[in-house]
């Protein structure tokens, strides 16, 4: 391991010096490497075994001036790679010059790498067959928890270990592990007429921290049954509870618009709104890139700059966007660190039954479905499902409905935040109940 | 420029394998003969130019670089995959070994079944260069749009343009003798539109393509026409009304909004799921599942389109496969697995999005056949509903068979005629249930422009839908108006 960072730092190098040498003014080169292994089980049985051995991949900007022209690869040849940066060259003596294009400043390059704790070489020792051992389990745990499951689409488990490599012109070398596994069941439930499908998943940096494949595999023999039977709902305006899932759906969708290049680009609700009202003043949004052996952590971001804690909405009130140094420039302000990373909506107090205590009549959603979300005016319109509330306890499963609003009146209409924030993923949310929305069925 | 090159020699050349090379890294794969194992060999080599012409500017011009190759074993309902992103006989000898260790998990099955012998298509015959074709020509397309946009009203604040062209070669070398190559080309170009009033946004789009040259945008002022509904689109919905909730009569109009048969029945009849009962639509062959008014296709053979193969990416030649004739459901799409185990051999259909992935069954170019209507009978026959043109894209849940589609803009119909222009909605039926609503059917059945991808397992593909005008009663619309 300690060999390959050596030579692919050195390869990186040699293609920062081969764009100098053909006439780039700057250029920068990230590479990434991966072993990967992907298990999958189905009815009891081995499925399908996936290997990646030796995955890679590397991408290269060369600047002339204010030309970039970017081109990726996975022909790691000192010759192929030669020849790329020769032809970008020859593109961007043809292209025309953007005045916001260039590297970030060094200034705003990271000075320290930190070790965000992101690889757990604890993974080599499993064998495929403690892999395959664990997604069995985990799908029997579902196929045995009631005799209405009675199909599945399959468990899997999956490994990997990458190397991530980015040089540039200015002088900034870095590199950094990263490992992740994942435990996933998807099964099938059946009662008369009625066929539903529901799964669980646990995903994590270390092995150690993966959720059991019994518990895996019982939440989605939950998640299934309590589809069954469901009814088509019908139109009416009501409150809707997100369960964490979808709350963290609905960020992600958010921050989709946050984005330095939307705002510039003035196709984002959230231009022009810095420093305004834009949640309710209980809602905070943060994003940490430094959180340890966080998925979405890492120690500096495509361009080498540092990671970092980010408020991008604090008590309601829009604090910033992502932005690299291209939106920054563009927006004549400073890059903060680029993408988002971990991001997550503050915790509040209740738990999920309180929360759903408070709705006399609504919807716990479940499920979405459907592209329907237009950053430009945060019309958000999709298909839905989940559980109908009735006098505060979840009644009895719908289906083949709508829920529509707009995400910035959701956004300020939210009435409650759970305490139940969980990092599932690297985009988590608490329970949320949004005070109304418009359903469409029968 | 016109090269002549065998399946071995364009390997040979491009990766110095030899045929028996090639023949051992099969026989790793394999193992003992008595397995009954299938294997085959992907090897994919291509370019992809990227140009985004966007406020005013040509952006970072990009290219990528594809090349590798994936060895896959198939035992009955088993898989063992591995690939390799720089290819040479060493590792691929590596990816065979690891795809063979399926081999340790398998019982002994009967050797898969082999379809009926089709021809090769040869679809998108193009013997030119594609790909580092000087930038100017492209440029000014790309800045010829950017102008007619702007032309088409003031409102018009900005315009993204963006041409992406691929040249990629596979080959696919089987355990069952097979040597096949297919060049495939595959051009798209897409135009966004901001408009501005007050503080009223919107955006609109429009885009298309093919397994063709740069050329064809230039064709019939086609780039043109892109411009142009893009620029109405987003003028149109600076004016437009909250969408309608609940249930209502919904017309769709011809081409793209074929999304709706996509994601309402292609799915449901992929191969996959129905072998393993995990689809609202298993073991309905030969039921009613729509109006005697609908018949549905998928067709992987339509010279030139977006969603064409000459062959599938398991090397069988794509076919014409009809899944609904009348209503009734006739067929499912297959891969050489699933179509194998369940006796009916390959549709043509097994694809997957490089080398890094196994195929599954998939769509390719699947529509809803033409009917007697002219579009203006069936918009004059609606007292109120919606009247839906442009979309973005859908969903379905396979299990319960819910599917959704979503709306982009719409126009209001009242009393037979197009009135106020709406916002988008979601669409949401019922797989096996709603096509048995599709009361009307246009004779203006077109393929859409050659825009769409399909996402399954997290692998894409390039797709085409298709759909004359029609009819549906009883469409839930997911809108915020009353």
Known sequence: MKNDKARLEAL??????????????????????????????????????????????????????????????????????????????????????????????KEDLASLIPDLDLADTSMSKLSVADKIAMAKSCESAALGFDTRINNSQGASFSDSFGLTVYANSRGFLGSYNGSRCSLSCSIIAQQGDSMQTDGWHTSNRKLANLGSPD?????????????????????????????????????????????????????????????????????????????????????????????????????????????????????????????????????????????????????????????????????????????????????????EITIAGNVLAMLKSVEEIGNDLEFRSSVASPTLKIGSMMIAGK | MKELTTPSQYLSKTFGLTPAQLEKVLGIAIGSRDKGAFSDIYFQVGTTEGLVYDQGILKNPSRSDVSGAGVRVVIGDKTGYSYTDHVNFRNLTTAARNAATIALHSQAVEPVQVGPARKPHNLYPLEGVLIGLPLQEKVDLLMMIDKECRKYDPRIKNVTASLSIQDETVVIVTSLGDLILDRRPLVRLGVSCLAEEGSRRETGSSSGGGRVDFEFFLEDDRWKKHAQKAASEAIGLLSAVEAPAGEMTVVLGNGWPGVLIHEAVGHGLEGDFNRKGTSAFSKMIGQKVASDLCTIIDDGTVPGRRGSLNIDDEGVPTGNTVLIEKGVLKGYLQDRTNGGLMRQGSTGNGRRESYRNVPMPRMTNTYLAGGQSTPEEIIKSVKRGLYAVTFGGGQVDITNGDYTFSATSAILIEDGKLTKAVKGATLIGNGPKSLHNVSMVGNDMALDEGTGTCGKRGQSVPVGVGMPTIRIDGVTVGGTGR
């Open chain 1, 12 to 105: 990186a190098q040699f293609v920062i010096g081969e764009a100098k040498r053909l006439g780039a003014t700057d250029s920068d080169v990230s590479i990434s490497t991966w072993s990967s292994v992907d298990t999958t089980v189905r009815m009891g049985d081995v499925e399908k075994l996936e290997t990646a051995a030796q995955g890679r991949s590397l991408t290269v900007r060369v600047f002339v001036g204010k030309v970039v022209t970017t081109a990726n690869t996975s022909d790691f040849t000192r010759r192929a790679l030669t020849k790329v940066v020769r032809s970008l060259i020859v593109v961007a003596k043809a292209a025309q010059p953007d005045e916001f294009a260039g590297l970030p400043d």
């Open chain 1, 215 to 399: 518990s895996i595999g019982q939440e989605a023999a939950r998640r299934v049954l309590r589809r069954l039977g469901a009814v088509r709902g019908s139109s009416q305006e009501v409150p809707v509870v997100f369960d964490p899932v979808m709350a963290a759906q609905l960020l992600g969708q958010f921050a989709g618009v946050a984005y330095g290049s939307a705002i510039h680009r003035r196709t984002s609700f959230l231009v022009d709104k810095l420093g305004e009202q834009v949640a309710c003043p209980e809602l905070t949004i943060i994003d940490d890139g430094l959180m340890p052996g966080g998925l979405g952590s890492r120690p500096f971001n495509g361009e080498g700059q540092a990671s970092r804690q980010r408020t991008i909405v604090d008590n309601g009130v829009l604090a910033s966007y992502f932005l690299d140094s291209y939106s920054a420039r563009k927006l004549g302000t400073k890059p903060n660190g680029g993408s988002q990373t971990n991001l997550y909506i503050k915790p509040g107090t209740k738990t999920p039954e309180e929360i759903i205590k408070t709705v006399k009549n609504g919807l716990y959603l479940t499920h979405v479905s459907g592209p329907g979300f237009n950053g430009v005016t945060g019309d958000y319109s999709r298909g839905a499902s989940g559980i109908w509330i009735e006098n505060g306890e979840l009644a009895y499963p719908v289906q």
